[in-house]
């Protein structure tokens, strides 16, 4: 089993910044590859960024690729989401996700282990 917990999200003006964290619990952090996916009101829950268990190589949605950055560190069993010149159409609930392979998926139901999801509003 694998708890998460995400934080950081809130409300931020067009062209903020705001980092989101998860942190997991459970399970040998550095061998669970993570993810973070997204769902806004009325839309289907959609691939943002994830990264893998071990060499760290990440994936970004075309949409957030050169704004948003994806980290972790298996020190402190966190994921992070960096995110620069923010949009309102990045507004949205961000789910943090987690599966036990050391390989990322941009398929939610790829994934084992949610959170509760943060909410992140951008205004105009």
């Known amino acids: 089993q694998v708890q998460l917990v995400e934080s950081g999200g809130g409300l931020v003006q067009a062209g903020g910044s705001l980092r989101l964290s998860c942190t997991a619990s459970?399970?040998?952090?550095?061998?669970?590859?993570m993810g973070w996916f997204r769902q806004a009101p009325g839309k289907e829950r959609e691939f943002v960024a994830a990264i893998s268990g071990t060499d760290g190589s990440t994936n970004y949605a075309y949409f957030v690729k050169g704004r948003f950055t994806i980290s972790r560190n298996n020190f402190q069993n966190t994921v992070y989401l960096q995110m620069n010149s923010l949009k309102p159409e990045d507004t949205a609930v961000y789910y943090c996700?987690?599966?036990?392979?050391?390989?990322?998926?941009?398929?939610?139901?790829?994934?084992?282990?949610w959170g509760r999801g943060t909410q992140v509003t951008v205004s105009s």
């Open positions: 996700a987690a599966r036990p392979y050391i390989s990322w998926s941009v398929v939610p139901v790829n994934y084992d282990y």
């Open positions: 459970g399970r040998t952090f550095s061998n669970v590859a």
